[in-house]
């Protein structure tokens, strides 16, 4: 495959992620000030917040756990619980051995490839969630819409969905996940560009975009199902606590 037909590819996935992380921390304090708001209750919501991703937290912090066992690292204490942090509340934690950074970059992403892994098979198993993709990529607003809403009608539809919801939105790498990543990236950006410099043959890499394709396909089209799915639950949050937020303004 040429680089330039995949490239409009690549573009999606990494526009549907970017999207997906603004989208995950709206949701993360529009779930925060929900239940706030209702309770009036700073420890009310944040046992709310934690019981509604505790399932995605699971595998966050799972996710680093298998991840640094894989590659040969001590892990200590394993949390799942919510503490306060500030204006901030944490939802779990794992410690993990400090190595060299290409350990610790594949341990800071690892909760970002598990859950994109887990939501890409959700969605094209039990929501054909390509599907939706492809009728919204065409401009099928109304196709797309009801495709959406189809699925999600199936049966245990509301389960799964629930399910990509909170993993979706727990598996974007923390800023400390993120640290040892940078340097992994200007190595990575550096070693392509010599070996474009340098004219080393592409026929290995167009290869192995092309095998690579189907999969990149089916991940993004789980991403914007995910994406989506937020839209929607945004939307009812933003709804909830308009009432509240306008009396604040007015009070």
């Known amino acids: 495959m ?4 995949a490239l409009p590819q690549f573009l999606a996935l990494f526009a549907s992620l970017a999207i997906l992380a603004l989208l995950s921390r709206q949701i ?3 779930t925060q000030l929900a239940p706030y708001y209702l309770t009036g209750s700073e420890d009310m919501a944040t046992i709310i ?6 399932p995605g937290v ?7 756990w298998l991840s640094a066992r894989l590659l040969g690292l001590r892990t200590g204490k394993f949390r799942v619980w919510p503490t306060r942090q500030g204006k901030h509340i944490g939802l779990g934690s794992v410690t993990v051995e400090r190595s060299d950074m290409w350990r610790d970059s594949l341990v800071g992403t690892a909760p970002l490839l598990f859950g994109t892994a887990l939501i890409a098979l959700i969605g094209a198993w039990h929501f054909g969630a390509p599907t939706v993709a492809a009728a919204l990529v065409a401009g099928r607003l109304v196709d797309s819409v009801s495709v959406f809403f189809k699925a999600l009608g199936r049966t245990d539809g509301i389960v799964w969905a629930y399910v990509i919801f909170t993993i979706g939105n727990s ?24 070996y474009l410099v340098v004219g080393l043959p592409i026929e290995p890499i167009t290869l192995l975009l092309g095998w690579m394709m189907p999969a990149f396909q089916i991940v993004t089209s789980a991403l914007i199902f995910t994406i989506l ?3 929607i639950i945004l939307g009812i949050l933003l709804l909830i606590t308009l009432p509240f937020r306008l009396q604040q303004r007015h009070g």
């Open 2 to 5: 040429p680089i330039a037909d």
């Open 229 to 231: 799915l937020d839209l």
């Open 28 to 30: 993360g304090l529009q």
């Open 49 to 54: 917040v934690f019981l509604l991703f505790v």
């Open 171 to 194: 598996m974007m790498p923390s800023a400390s996940d993120r640290e040892p990543v940078k340097p992994v990236l200007l190595y990575g950006a550096f070693a392509a560009l010599v």
């Open 58 to 64: 699971i595998v966050h912090e799972g996710a680093h």
